[in-house]
């Protein structure tokens, strides 16, 4: 850092001392700054008129440039909104689709959780069947029938106990 330092004040020396030697840029010289003015005189107006065109030039550039900006936007713009997807789930669509999702989850959810309700429920009548298929016990047997008797479960409670008895007779004629 202090060589950087160094380096600029010697620099800045060796500018200053260069232009006092040669006379002309010797900023405290008013002479010299006079007499460009007196010589620069002429050639000022024409500067002007350059830069006066040279302004006129960039100003129909950069026009030019925003035209074709403005062109490359309104195309791309018109290409992307057509099938862009992005306004897919815009205005008032998004409700019926979030509310459609929604309603289907909670269906869906419910139908699930009944289903599962169902599986334990049918598991449990098979382990009752085959327990009192079991015992093989008359006065058992004609009570769960009787209690069942006119209800609309009365014919899937028969077949149970009928096929919980004919798998443990295979059973036992098979073991015996």
Same mark, same amino acid.
């Given at each position: 850092?202090?060589?950087?330092?160094?380096?600029?004040?010697?620099?800045?020396?060796?500018?200053?001392?260069?232009?006092?030697?040669?006379?002309?840029?010797?900023?405290?010289?008013?002479?010299?700054?006079?007499?460009?003015?007196?010589?620069?005189?002429?050639?000022?107006? &024409? #500067?002007? %008129?350059?830069?006066?065109?040279? +302004?006129?030039?960039? !100003?129909?550039?950069?026009?030019? =440039?925003? $035209?074709?900006?403005?062109?490359?936007?309104?195309?791309?713009?018109?290409?992307?909104?057509?099938?862009?997807?992005? &306004? #897919?789930? %815009?205005?008032?669509?998004?409700? +019926?689709?979030?509310? !459609?999702?929604?309603?289907?989850? =909670?269906? $869906?959810?419910?139908?699930?959780?009944?289903?599962?309700?169902?599986?334990?429920?049918?598991?449990?009548?098979?382990?009752?069947?085959?327990?009192?298929?079991?015992?093989?016990?008359?006065?058992?047997?004609?009570?769960?029938?009787?209690?069942?008797?006119?209800?609309?479960?009365?014919?899937?409670?028969?077949?149970?106990?009928?096929?919980?008895?004919?798998?443990?007779?295979?059973?036992?004629?098979?073991?015996?």
């Amino acid at each position: 850092m202090k060589n950087v330092i160094r380096l600029l004040i010697v620099g800045l020396g060796l500018v200053l001392a260069t232009g006092c030697a040669k006379g002309n840029l010797s900023p405290f010289s008013r002479t010299n700054r006079a007499q460009q003015r007196i010589e620069n005189s002429g050639k000022i107006e &024409q #500067i002007k %008129s350059a830069q006066d065109a040279i +302004v006129k030039e960039v !100003g129909q550039i950069r026009s030019e =440039i925003q $035209g074709n900006q403005n062109k490359t936007l309104n195309t791309t713009g018109t290409a992307n909104s057509a099938n862009s997807g992005v &306004q #897919i789930l %815009s205005g008032d669509g998004v409700f +019926v689709v979030v509310f !459609g999702l929604g309603a289907m989850l =909670i269906l $869906g959810t419910t139908a699930v959780f009944y289903r599962m309700r169902a599986a334990k429920a049918e598991k449990t009548a098979e382990i009752f069947a085959q327990q009192i298929a079991l015992h093989a016990t008359p006065n058992l047997e004609d009570g769960v029938l009787l209690a069942a008797m006119n209800s609309p479960v009365e014919g899937h409670i028969y077949q149970l106990l009928l096929k919980q008895q004919n798998l443990l007779g295979r059973r036992q004629g098979s073991t015996s």
